[in-house]
């Protein structure tokens, strides 16, 4: 006998993202699947749970979209993505390039240029004293890193953070902040996909190493250009919210700023941590290719299913004190990257540019204060912060 659990929590409200964590417990309670009514889409919240579904790619397919619009029933906004919104075989192909593109090695020699940039913005943000860290100090870094990194011109980069509000908005339920972005879509679309076409990058970079996997036929000359894409997607908001995140975590547990300030080698595991604790990738969806009984429950063909990496981050039957920030853990199973065949793919630049960030911050800042509320930004697709008042000197 399968069962069905269902439940009118809305993970979408601002009121519940606000404070997730009380509501993932709750829907943990409720069982292993549930079936929210608001949306009629199925959940999953245990750490077990998010872990099976995000690795059984041949039943919980992307190709239906990585958001709450299901792409079986509505056309996409975009033209999807080669490497998101697709299965194997075509994903099997286009992430072998992105694999080998941000390879361990590749990722290596980005080190010294990120941390420039780091010292750089944390010089000037002590200078100041006192500003609000998510526009003056977090943002620029992916910023200025990333798009370098890939090769993309230094013009009008500003456009970058609407295209990904837009990718990041598409995630959730339509809403009038959403509708109202989504004017500028048409403008915005072309503009990034004539940014990632082969001659607009510089000669050397993660796009010229993208196009050159067309020379040998691995992808088309179009594949590459929005592989390229993908990668300016997924590369700034992610790093911006997940870096203001950690930054705010070490604010809110003065004594873990300690510990990394009296030992900066702790940086890369103070941002492994925070990842766990508040990911910027809270949710994701997955789509059934058919039928299937799953947990106890019987999920139809083309059902949407929520994957809630940030609830799966604080599970008690995968953590001890799961609620506790800990910088010394010794983190093993990291969710918040997301997992199997779709999980981040540049996940290495991704602790490579935290890592740097708070290396540097802990080690030229000896006190590290709040100086005034921070807010949540409204994107449905993404957890981060607009806004992050801080003192320091
Ligand atoms: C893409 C893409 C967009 C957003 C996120 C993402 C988290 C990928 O266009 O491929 O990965």
Redesign the pocket.
């Known amino acids: 006998m399968t069962s069905r659990v269902t439940s009118d929590l809305d993970p979408f409200s601002p009121e519940f993202r606000a404070d997730p964590y009380p509501r993932y417990a709750e829907l943990r309670a409720l069982g292993p699947i549930v079936w929210l009514d608001r949306y009629g889409i199925w959940v999953v919240s245990h750490y077990e749970q998010v872990r099976a579904v995000l690795t059984d790619w041949e039943i919980f397919s992307n190709a239906g979209g990585?958001g709450l619009a299901n792409y079986f029933t509505t056309p996409p906004w975009r033209p999807p993505?080669i490497?998101?919104?697709a299965d194997p075989p075509l994903h099997t192909r286009t992430r072998a390039v992105l694999m080998r593109v941000v390879s361990a090695m590749a990722v290596r020699g980005m080190r010294h240029g990120f941390q420039q940039v780091a010292d750089s913005l944390i010089d000037r943000a002590l200078v100041r004293g006192t500003l609000d860290a998510i526009p003056d100090l977090v943002q620029p870094f992916p910023l200025t890193v990333f798009p370098d990194a890939v090769g993309l011109a230094k013009d009008v980069r500003e456009n970058l953070l609407t295209y990904g509000a837009m990718?990041?908005g598409a995630f959730g339920p339509s809403t009038p902040w959403h509708e109202e972005l989504m004017l500028q879509a048409p403008a915005v679309g072309d503009w990034i996909l004539a940014h990632c076409a082969r001659d607009a990058l510089t000669p050397v970079g993660l796009g010229a190493s993208i196009h050159a996997a067309a020379d040998t036929g691995e992808i088309t000359a179009e594949e590459a250009t929005l592989l390229v894409?993908?990668l300016l997607?997924?590369g700034v908001d992610?790093t911006i919210d997940s870096i203001g995140l950690a930054l705010r975590c070490l604010i809110d547990h003065p004594d873990q700023w300690r510990l990394l300030r009296d030992d900066p080698s702790l940086a890369r595991a103070a941002f492994e941590e925070a990842t766990r604790y508040d990911s910027s990738?809270q949710s994701l969806f997955r789509t059934t290719l058919r039928a299937v009984e799953f947990a106890g429950s019987d999920i139809g063909k083309h059902e949407k299913v929520l994957v809630l990496v940030g609830s799966a981050g604080r599970d008690p039957a995968r953590w001890d004190d799961p609620d506790r920030f800990d910088i010394r853990r010794k983190l093993t199973g990291q969710i918040g990257y997301?997992a199997g065949i779709h999980g981040?793919v540049a996940q290495m630049m991704a602790r490579l540019e935290g890592e740097v960030f708070f290396q540097s911050l802990a080690t030229k800042v000896k006190t590290l204060d709040s100086a005034g509320p921070s807010a949540l930004r409204l994107n449905p697709g993404l957890r981060g912060l607009t806004q992050l008042p801080i003192a320091m000197n």
């Open positions: 990585g993505s490497i998101l919104e990718v990041f894409r993908s997607s997924a992610t990738s997301g981040c």
